[in-house]
C-alpha cells in the first residue's frame, strides 16, 4: 500500500497563491507508474477532481483551475506539487492527493483513485 500525505495549506487573500505537496510513502518503487492527481471538496459540495498527472506527464486541469493551477511531480522524492496562482474564494476546500497504479488518469476519477491522504485545507478570504 502506498500512503499519501499532503502539506502546504493555509489562508490567503483572493489573488494569492499556495503550493501544496503531496509525499507518498510505503509501497512507492512503482511510484513512476503511478496515475496522481489532486481533487478537493468544499462543505455542502461534490468532491470535484483539480488536476491529473500521468506516468508519462500528461496534465489534464478541471475547467475551473486552467490557467491557476499546476501539476507537477518529483519521482525521485515521491512528491506531487499543485501549484495554485490568483486564488478566490471559490477555491476554498479540504483538498487531497490521490493515486492509482494504472496509466489512464482522467481528472473527473481522480477522487475514486485506490489511495488518497487526508488532505490539507486552504482557505481563500475576499
Known amino acids: 500500500h502506498m500512503q499519501l500525505a499532503e502539506s502546504g495549506g493555509g489562508s490567503v487573500q483572493a489573488g494569492g497563491s499556495l503550493r501544496l505537496s503531496c509525499l507518498a510513502s510505503?509501497?512507492?518503487?512503482?511510484?513512476?507508474?503511478?496515475?496522481m492527481g489532486w481533487f478537493r471538496q468544499a462543505p455542502g459540495k461534490e468532491r470535484e477532481g483539480v488536476a491529473s498527472?500521468?506516468?508519462?506527464?500528461?496534465?489534464e486541469y478541471a475547467d475551473s483551475v486552467k490557467g491557476r493551477f499546476t501539476i507537477s511531480r518529483d519521482n525521485p522524492k515521491k512528491t506531487l506539487y499543485l501549484q495554485m496562482e490568483n486564488l478566490t474564494p471559490e477555491d476554498t476546500a479540504m483538498y487531497y492527493c490521490?493515486?492509482?497504479?494504472?496509466?489512464?488518469?482522467?481528472?473527473?476519477?481522480?477522487?475514486?483513485?485506490?489511495?488518497r491522504g487526508r488532505g490539507t485545507q486552504v482557505t481563500v478570504s475576499s
Open positions: 510505503g509501497d512507492t518503487y512503482t511510484y513512476t507508474a503511478y496515475c
Open positions: 498527472i500521468t506516468n508519462a506527464g500528461v496534465l
Open positions: 490521490a493515486a492509482e497504479f494504472q496509466g489512464q488518469c482522467p481528472v473527473q476519477s481522480i477522487p475514486d483513485r485506490r489511495f
